[in-house]
């Protein structure tokens, strides 16, 4: 009779044992699924959708492979995401969703303006960094078309908005103007105070020279300029000596566009009008922003 017993016992135990296994399997993986998650850790919402610790390394390496890096750009990271989710959600109020298409040309057009090659970006990005390229193009793109369509009619734009355009633009690269002017080098600075305002170009040559200077008349384009030589002369007035720098003066003798300027007063009016609607369009996604639902779960992306 217990011969009879064993094999029922053996398989009893079997099953017993299976369950035991099951169990432990069962365990194993819950306690897996924590790990799991906290590989993509919540750091913070928008309007009740996550960012997590994953998106942001996504966004610090797109913007690496675009030029920006600094020590806090993890912090900047969150809130390029928070803004892009800010700039969706307002656009879509008007219908403005920018299509697949146009994501990918503009994503072909960034690329160009880089220097880059066709790809770059889908060759150098992961899947999560695709897709939060996408994402940022296409904010960026119906940010652009809120700026035209709602702050852009609104746009006007002082003499003075034009003229520190105009300024900017000369001193950074030079405008294809045709400038006379006199340069006075090693010039002590007792001299230089002795300097006053001329009534002409050969008249501030005369002065130079009776105090014992040496003056060089130059005339160039002003785009041929040196750097420092366009800082000092731009927005300055004709017939007029300039501070001593490096022991050298400057007078403008005379300032003319050339055949190359064409309507280019008409460009520098349209980046003034830009840079006013982008100034614009900053406030307002300032006021977007502190209206949206944004919980920041982890300290080290808090305000100090």
């Given amino acids: 009779m217990p011969y009879c017993l064993c094999p029922i016992a053996y398989a009893f135990n079997q099953k017993e044992m299976f369950k035991m296994k099951l169990k432990y399997i069962i365990a194993y993986a819950l306690l897996l ?28 390496k797109l913007m690496a492979l675009q030029g920006q890096t600094s020590t806090d750009n993890r912090r ?31 994503i072909v057009r960034v690329e160009k303006s880089m220097g880059k090659p066709a790809g770059f970006f889908k060759n150098n990005l992961d899947s999560t960094g695709q897709e939060m390229l996408k994402s940022a193009v296409r904010a960026n793109m119906a940010w652009q078309v809120i700026l035209a369509k709602t702050i852009l009619p609104m746009v006007d734009v002082t003499d003075e908005d034009i003229a520190n355009e105009l300024s900017t633009l000369e001193r950074e690269r030079g405008l294809p103007f045709e400038m006379t002017f006199i340069r006075l080098t090693d010039i002590p600075s007792d001299v230089a105070a002795k300097l006053t305002a001329p009534k002409s170009c050969d008249a501030a040559e005369k002065m130079a020279e009776n105090l014992g200077g040496s003056p060089h008349k130059i ?12 800082t000092r002369l731009a927005g300055f007035g004709l017939l007029k ?45 300032k006021q977007l922003r502190r209206k949206a639902v944004v919980i920041i779960y982890d300290d080290k992306y808090k305000d100090k």
Wanted: aromatic residues 6%.
């Fill in 76 to 106: 900047r990271a969150l809130n390029n995401i928070i803004d892009d989710s800010v700039k969706l959600a307002y656009a879509a109020n008007f219908k403005i969703t920018p299509s697949d298409d146009d994501v990918k040309s503009d």
């Fill in 33 to 60: 699924m924590p790990c799991a998650a906290g590989a993509a850790n919540i750091v913070a919402s928008v309007n009740g959708a996550p960012i997590t610790d994953m998106d942001i390394t996504a966004r610090t």
């Fill in 219 to 230: 005339t160039a384009k002003e785009y041929e300029l040196s750097a420092d030589i366009r």
């Fill in 241 to 285: 000596w300039t501070p001593v720098v490096d022991n050298s003066v400057l007078l403008l003798c005379s300032k003319r566009k050339t055949s190359e300027y064409g309507k280019l007063d008409d460009m520098i009016r349209q980046n003034a009008v830009y840079k006013r609607a982008m100034f614009m369009g900053d406030q307002q996604l």
